[in-house]
């Protein structure tokens, strides 16, 4: 039976991951930080555990050679630029940590779990593939710049032999986020939220990553990426589906852009005093008014990965947030 070993297990697409790996019969070794997390996840009593750090190698040196797969999920989402060494660290020198384990190892596949902001845009708004040219480093995001040499580091690996597979995800939805992160534009649909903006961007179910991520086992080529996404969805379009499926009304007031500016300007005040990210960070301040699209067709057809609707993803997702009392 093939053994798999996986980082950020406890994060939303790893949570995921995990399950459905144990649910097609695959071993499952996972490395963890925080053991209160575990908690969390009902495979727990189901897999084997090292409890470490994607930062300090010596946690897992050596005990991952009875794993002949490694996905790497474990990373940080953020875009305050205040964090950014925090960013690089956990990002790249994590890592390069577990490629060099990996290269060390027993390891015959290596799925990295990267990020359609690793890729890049359009900058006419157009869907683009993954042979676009990496273009973010002109706004100088941490999160883009990070997971874009977090690739890099991948290809360095895999010049020194690493079969290693890149997969990108877009914006992720859908069951098993048992944090509720992704709760709070729901609640403010609920008490009425009339303001959406001028963007975009492409939304995508999490059983359909983890089904691709899945089949890049035996699918994905070394050397090659590709976009997990779904649906391409104007913002006013994803929060009035929304609000389809929660009965409340759509949103219906454009928002200007100042508001967003003194908003995001006013939450990284506030960051400073409470050292937490704020939301929106005045990095993401370039994402208005832009559509940020992404063609999965690559990923359809090698990897297989499934079809699925933004109306059927946050039906699901709904559902779930009901069940597990997050609504």
């Known amino acids: 039976m093939t053994k798999i070993f996986i980082t950020g297990g406890t994060g939303f697409i790893g949570g995921n991951l995990v399950k459905k790996l144990l649910d097609k019969d695959f071993k499952v ?20 555990i090292i409890y470490g750090d994607i930062l300090e190698p010596e946690t897992f040196n050596g005990k991952i050679n009875d794993c002949e797969i490694i996905i790497h999920c474990a990373a940080l989402i953020a875009f305050w630029n205040r964090i950014w ?38 900058e006419n708004g ?9 273009n973010w480093d002109k706004h100088k995001i941490c ?18 032999g690493l079969n290693a597979t890149m997969v990108n995800p877009a914006n992720v939805w859908g069951v098993g986020d048992y944090k509720g992160r992704r709760t709070s534009v729901i609640k403010a649909l609920k008490c009425g939220l009339p303001f959406y903006v001028e963007a975009g961007t492409n939304f995508v179910d999490v059983d359909a990553v983890c089904e691709g991520i899945i089949n890049s086992i035996e699918f994905g080529k070394c050397g090659e990426r590709y976009i997990l996404g779904g649906e391409n969805l104007s913002i006013k379009d994803f929060l009035s589906t929304i609000s389809d499926e929660i009965k409340t009304r759509r949103p219906f007031v454009k928002l200007p852009k100042l508001p967003i500016i003194l908003l995001s300007y006013a939450q ?23 559509n940020i699209y992404y063609d999965s067709s690559k990923a ?23 069940e597990e009392k997050l609504l």
Request: with cysteine; net charge positive.
């Open 29 to 48: 070794k996972v490395l963890v930080r925080n053991k209160k997390k575990l908690d969390l996840f009902p495979w727990k009593d189901s897999v084997d």
């Open 143 to 160: 999160y883009m710049e990070t997971k874009h040499e977090a690739e890099l580091e991948v290809l360095n690996a895999i010049k020194k």
């Open 300 to 322: 359809i057809r090698e990897l297989k990965m499934p079809v699925v609707s933004f109306r059927e993803c946050i039906h699901k997702t709904i559902r779930f947030y009901k």
């Open 126 to 134: 157009e869907a683009i593939n993954e042979n676009h040219p990496y």
């Open 268 to 290: 990284e005040a506030l960051g400073l005093i409470t050292n937490t990210s704020p939301r929106p960070a005045a990095s993401q301040l370039c994402f208005f008014g832009k």
């Open 85 to 122: 060494n925090k960013l690089y660290k956990i990002n790249v020198t994590g890592t390069r940590n577990i490629l060099n384990e990996a290269l060390k190892s027993n390891c015959k596949k290596f799925i990295h779990i990267s990020s359609v902001a690793a890729i890049g845009y359009g």
